[in-house]
């Protein structure tokens, strides 16, 4: 038996910030991952490695189509997959090694082996035949999700699979059918349809990326049109099947006729369930709601009082700074600390080209709640800076109260939305208004500009520069 304050289970985002920011604060701390590498879901097979195929998928579509207009001749250009993998494979390593590196630092006991309640107070971690028994002060379960499916649609990892297959196949593929237009859909299409392959998405909603401001996925899906991605919007899978080298897919239009696809993949992206098996939950008085997801408290405390779990396996925004805020959140409220959260200003962002990303209400929101707002908007082709990168897609959109100025939303599709949002994010936490936002500096020429642009139309005033 072994004794720690605190046991972390899991190492994803929200587990490894949760053990580092413990040790900080001087606990003596194990992180248990039955994995042999720590980075859970995010590191391995979630938001690095997509990023880094959506780089070099980018980076061909770029001297594919836009080089040429630049002055910048190739005379022959292809995609190298094994290499494109390869280097995805390092980058995920890098990362991995640098894990490692951060819990031998801060003196975290590192175990590798599945984790199981035998009760509120011990748990038991296995790998193989072996087998050692922890007490913990307080535990944090960090166990993340893993892909959900639909009925009829049987994942055999071959030629029906998730995303975590798709980032380890070993050749391009030709054909793929991705079913869902959520966040994983619209990323997996996006590396693909640009090196080649034919993909169709079938969505069951009306927009693609349906939980987020519509107006992002009505302009999404007309970029990813014009890449040559078939997107069938409002359409219903009910079943799938494999047949050697292919498999199809079988679904409903919105009259309820049936079509059917046939494709080299299957990926099915409809969404993420807790993870909770193996773990003994039986044998503790935790509860969990009728979708599976750990209940807990504003703290992020389970119904058992030394017992916390964060990330993905509570539900809410499955993304990884969420799962890293709850850590921080839960080893400083054991360390008596009065933290909270605030999950409304949590940004979004879809790792397409352009990106998309967003903080606060959106506009389908405020209508159904009856919430007056101002609406300011500005093309990124009015921007100077996008027309010199040929980057001139998508806008910035904010809503603004018409009273006060307070900032309700801020919405963006263009290049480097993923990095303009976090200045947003800042502006809706420290509850600054529009006009001190317009009020403010920006470099010229930069995308933030438009930003600037959004605020000041919002505020009643025309647009000032270009
Ligand atoms: P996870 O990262 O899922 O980690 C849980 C860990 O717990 C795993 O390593 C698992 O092996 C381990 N574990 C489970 N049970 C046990 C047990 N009993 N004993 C020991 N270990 C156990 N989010 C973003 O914010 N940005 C992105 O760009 C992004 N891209 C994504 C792309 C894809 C393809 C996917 C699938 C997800 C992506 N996400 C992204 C979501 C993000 O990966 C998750 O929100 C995040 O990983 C959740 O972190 P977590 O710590 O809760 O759990
Ligand atoms: P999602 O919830 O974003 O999208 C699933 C989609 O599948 C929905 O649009 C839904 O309408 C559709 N769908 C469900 N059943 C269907 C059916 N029978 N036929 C057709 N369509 C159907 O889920 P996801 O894309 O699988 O992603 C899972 C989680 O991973 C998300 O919560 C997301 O936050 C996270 N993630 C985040 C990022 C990022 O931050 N960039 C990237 C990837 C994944």
């Known amino acids: 038996m072994e004794n720690f304050d605190i046991a972390v289970i899991g190492s994803?985002?929200?587990?490894?910030?949760?053990?580092?920011?413990?040790?900080?604060?001087?606990?003596?701390?194990?992180?248990?991952?039955?994995?042999?590498?720590?980075?859970?879901?995010?590191?391995?097979?979630?938001?690095?490695?997509?990023?880094?195929?959506?780089?070099?998928?980018?980076?061909?579509?770029?001297?594919?189509?836009?080089?040429?207009?630049?002055?910048?001749?190739?005379?022959?250009?292809?995609?190298?997959?094994?290499?494109?993998?390869?280097?995805?494979?390092?980058?995920?390593?890098?990362?991995?090694?640098?894990l490692d590196y951060l819990m031998s630092k801060n003196k975290i006991t590192r175990l590798k082996g599945t984790a199981s309640f035998?009760?509120?107070?011990?748990?038991?971690?296995?790998?193989?035949?072996?087998?050692?028994?922890?007490?913990?002060?307080?535990?944090?379960?960090?166990?993340?999700?893993?892909?959900?499916?639909i009925p009829g649609v049987e994942i055999d990892k071959k030629r029906i699979i998730t995303s975590t297959e798709a980032l380890s196949l070993k050749e391009r593929p030709k054909s793929m059918v991705i079913i869902g237009g959520g966040v994983i859909g619209v990323e997996m299409a996006s590396i693909f349809s640009r090196i080649?392959?034919?993909?169709?998405?079938?969505?069951?909603?009306?927009?693609?990326?349906?939980?987020?401001?519509?107006?992002?996925?009505?302009?999404?899906?007309?970029?990813?049109?014009?890449?040559?991605?078939?997107?069938?919007?409002?359409?219903?899978?009910?079943?799938?099947?494999?047949?050697?080298?292919?498999?199809?897919?079988?679904?409903?239009?919105?009259?309820?006729?049936?079509?059917?696809?046939?494709?080299?993949?299957?990926l099915v992206a409809v969404g993420r369930s807790p993870y909770t098996s193996g773990l003994g939950l039986e044998n503790t008085g935790i509860q969990m709601d009728d979708r599976g997801f750990i209940k807990v408290d504003e703290k992020r405390k389970t119904s058992v009082s030394h017992i916390y779990a964060i990330g993905d396996v509570v539900g809410g925004a499955m993304l990884a700074h969420k799962a890293e805020e709850e850590g921080v959140l839960v080893a400083e409220t054991i360390n008596g600390q009065k933290r909270h959260i605030h999950y409304d200003r949590i940004p979004s962002v879809v790792y397409t080209w352009p990106e998309v990303a967003s903080v606060g209400f959106s506009e389908?929101?405020?209508?159904?709640?009856?919430?007056?707002?101002?609406?300011?908007?500005?093309?990124?082709?009015?921007?100077?800076?996008?027309?010199?990168?040929?980057?001139?897609?998508?806008?910035a959109k904010v809503l603004v109260d018409p009273k006060y100025g307070e900032i309700l939303g801020v919405h963006i599709i263009g290049a480097r939305a993923a990095d303009l949002i976090a200045q947003a994010?800042?502006?809706?936490?420290?509850?600054?208004?529009?006009?001190?936002?317009?009020?403010?500096?920006?470099?010229?020429?930069?995308?933030?500009?438009?930003?600037?642009?959004?605020?000041?139309?919002a505020s009643g005033q025309g647009a000032i520069n270009i």
């Open 425 to 457: 994010v800042i502006a809706q936490e420290y509850e600054v208004t529009a006009e001190d936002m317009f009020r403010i500096s920006y470099a010229h020429p930069t995308y933030s500009e438009a930003l600037k642009e959004a605020y000041l139309i």
């Open 196 to 266: 080649g392959t034919q993909v169709t998405i079938l969505e069951y909603a009306d927009h693609l990326i349906a939980g987020m401001d519509h107006e992002l996925g009505k302009s999404l899906q007309k970029t990813m049109k014009k890449e040559g991605v078939d997107i069938r919007l409002g359409q219903t899978v009910y079943k799938t099947e494999t047949s050697g080298s292919s498999a199809k897919v079988f679904f409903k239009d919105k009259n309820n006729e049936d079509h059917e696809l046939e494709a080299e993949y299957v």
């Open 364 to 395: 389908e929101y405020l209508k159904k709640n009856n919430i007056s707002y101002h609406v300011g908007k500005f093309p990124f082709s009015a921007s100077a800076r996008a027309r010199a990168s040929m980057d001139t897609e998508g806008f």
């Open 118 to 149: 035998i009760n509120n107070s011990l748990i038991k971690v296995t790998d193989g035949d072996q087998i050692i028994e922890i007490n913990a002060g307080n535990y944090i379960i960090a166990t993340g999700s893993k892909p959900s499916s």
């Open 12 to 98: 994803g985002p929200g587990g490894y910030v949760a053990a580092i920011r413990s040790a900080q604060l001087g606990y003596k701390t194990v992180i248990i991952e039955k994995y042999d590498t720590l980075g859970g879901t995010c590191t391995n097979v979630g938001c690095i490695p997509t990023k880094a195929l959506l780089d070099s998928s980018h980076h061909y579509a770029e001297a594919s189509h836009q080089f040429r207009d630049h002055g910048i001749k190739l005379e022959t250009l292809a995609v190298d997959f094994p290499q494109m993998y390869k280097r995805k494979s390092e980058v995920v390593s890098k990362n991995t090694s640098g």
